[in-house]
């Protein structure tokens, strides 16, 4: 049974800081490449950063504020968020991918408001 958990998510002010955590279970992280995406009400679903197998790491349109990491120990993957702004509300999710093998976690909720 492969397990993608997300966690971290809250109330953060504007301009504060939030690290999600993506842990799994039933896969090996370091064999598969792992994106965050979000989701805003309303809107579709986007990447925003990935981490390779090979750890290279991509960032879309929260580059420079954002910046994603694996721990192979703990299977897990990061995602740190600074500078936080109202906009990057959203639930907030994790995906391993590999061939044919694609896998979601359920979601942390992220809330910037003041």
């Known amino acids: 049974q492969v397990q993608l958990v997300e966690s971290g998510g809250g109330l953060v002010q504007p301009g504060g800081s939030l690290r999600l955590s993506c842990a799994a279970s039933?896969?090996?992280?370091?064999?598969?490449?792992t994106g965050w995406y979000r989701q805003a009400p309303g809107a579709q679903r986007e990447l925003i950063a990935t981490i390779t197998s090979s750890g290279d790491t991509f960032y879309y349109s929260v580059k420079g504020r954002f910046t994603v990491s694996r721990d192979n120990a703990k299977n897990t993957v990061y995602l740190q968020m600074n500078s936080l702004r109202p906009e990057d509300t959203a639930v907030y999710y994790c995906?391993?991918?590999?061939?044919?093998?694609?896998?979601w976690g359920q979601g942390t909720q992220v809330t910037v408001s003041s």
């Open positions: 995906n391993a991918k590999r061939y044919t093998f694609d896998y």
């Open positions: 039933g896969i090996t992280l370091s064999t598969y490449a």
